[in-house]
T-cell receptor, first 112, second 115 residues
């Protein structure tokens, strides 16, 4: 069965530290990949997505993600986090026309 | 303010009831979504209507039935629900453009309690 794995459930960083959140999926065909963010008390927002083309995708708020097909990965990165990046981050995979499947989420806490 | 409204905001229903959740988007988008958010569980996409095609998660039981009469309105019809269906049901919309970076706008959700 298709699955999405986020290995880090809770990450604590200091401001200005670099961030990398892992995401791996098990589907072998063509996939669309997403990262979503949910700030405390707010609605879900789409950070970025990959459909095709350049495997390095840039999103909002300085986030980027790299699709590595051979590793079935789509890790999220940010060079320097801010306190306002404290949120829960969800990786999601959509194979072709099939439905989106979310990972279990990673809670990021940035300490000032 | 997201431009996506959901009614009702709270709903309590018995297992034999039939009810509907309504979502309306005022953003001119061409895709709408139903999500289920349960405590301590991953967010689950239930249904998508994108470019007039419906895509569904095969694990969603048939007691949930979506309806999308036009690009601005989305319904979720509920019947013979179970207590484990109690959750926050979120609606979202987006403008799907291949290669573009779209943003999904979420509604505030309907908090559903099944007794």
């Amino acid at each position: 069965a298709q699955s999405v794995s986020q290995h880090n459930h809770h990450v604590i960083l200091s401001e200005a530290a670099s961030l990398e959140l892992g995401c791996n999926y098990s589907y072998g065909g063509t996939v669309n990949l997403f990262w979503y963010v949910q700030y405390p008390g707010q609605h879900l927002q789409l950070l970025l997505k990959y459909f095709s083309g350049d495997p390095l995708v840039k999103g909002i708020k300085g986030f980027e993600a790299e699709f590595i097909k051979s590793k079935f990965s789509f890790n999220l990165r940010k060079p320097s986090v801010q306190w306002s990046d404290t949120a829960e981050y969800f990786c999601a995979v959509k194979p072709g026309r099939r439905a989106l499947t979310f990972g279990s989420g990673t809670r990021l806490q940035v300490q000032p | 303010e997201t431009g996506v409204t959901q009614t009702p905001r709270h709903l309590v229903m018995g297992m034999t009831n039939k009810k509907s959740l309504k979502c309306e988007q005022h953003l001119g988008h061409n895709a709408m979504y139903w999500y289920k958010q349960s405590a301590k569980k991953p967010l689950e996409l239930m249904f998508v209507y994108s470019l007039e095609e419906r895509v569904e998660n095969n694990s969603v039981p048939s007691r949930f039935s979506p309806e999308c009469p036009n690009s601005s309105h989305l319904f979720l019809h509920l019947h013979t629900l179970q207590p484990e269906d109690s959750a926050l049901y979120l609606c979202a919309s987006s403008q799907e453009e291949r290669g573009g970076i779209n943003t999904q706008y979420f509604g505030p959700g309907t908090r559903l309690t099944v007794l």
